[in-house]
């Protein structure tokens, strides 16, 4: 019995001094943490300093296409397109320029909100987004699409090893969205390529992403970008997609956030 006495009273204590050391390595792992987002989140406020949608101030205004609503047939129908455009976004527009006004943010350029985004309201983050990640989206489709070349081609196929295993990586984060949301393709602060994807109008520039860089592409998976035409077949759209990308454009905001990550 004595023994066994012996034996507890040892293993308490042992116990005892291990567990406030397994307290403060867990501190100072949340403490790194802590350290590592704050810095990341300063990097990011100085990459979107950079990027041309810097310009882009209240009060916004919807952006015209450069191509009719019925251009993108059959991949995207023309009322889809149609009330997509002028419905949807206009809406998003509108809406921004309410919020943004209303909490005093009109001097600030919308990609600034969106890298100090936890500081601002909800309807902030979520119309502000809709403006920003729509206007962004437009650009990325031209009719007949065009050929997958150019400096952001290679790139592609280093990071990802050929163009088939990116667009499975990138159709993956769209497909796997669970509700509304977006996929992206981004260049990261360290100047590579990454798939992501964000829920609601959330984007790479806000930090509450788990991957932040600049936006080289992206693809709306809103039921209303597809549901007239798809209805539930979300996946057949994702597919589609890759005929009506414009990687001319992709190309370009490629050297551009290669530009600026390089500078950062």
Known sequence: MKYLMTALIFTFLFTAC??????????NEKEVMTDKKSKSNAVLLQMVKKLPEYKWQHPYKLPELNY?????????????????????????????????EQNNLTGKPVVQIFAEITQHPVSVRNNGGGFYNHSLFWTFLTPGGSDFNGEVAEEIKKEFGSFDDFKAAFEKQAATQFGSGWAWLVMTPEGKLAVTQSSNQDNPLMPVLEVNGVPLLNLDVWEHAYYLE????????????????????????????KKVTQTL
Do not use: C
Not at 19 to 26: L, M, Y
Not at 68 to 96: C, F, R, V, W
């Open 68 to 100: 009719e609503y019925d251009a993108l047939e059959p991949t995207i129908d023309e009322l889809t397109m149609k009330t997509h455009h002028s419905k949807h976004h206009q809406g998003y527009t509108n809406k921004a320029n309410k919020f943004i």
């Open 230 to 257: 798809y209805q539930n077949k979300r996946t057949e759209y994702i597919s589609n997609f890759w005929d009506i990308v414009n990687w001319e454009v992709v190309n370009e905001r490629y050297l551009m956030a």
């Open 18 to 27: 291990q567990q406030p050391q397994k307290t403060e390595n867990a501190g």
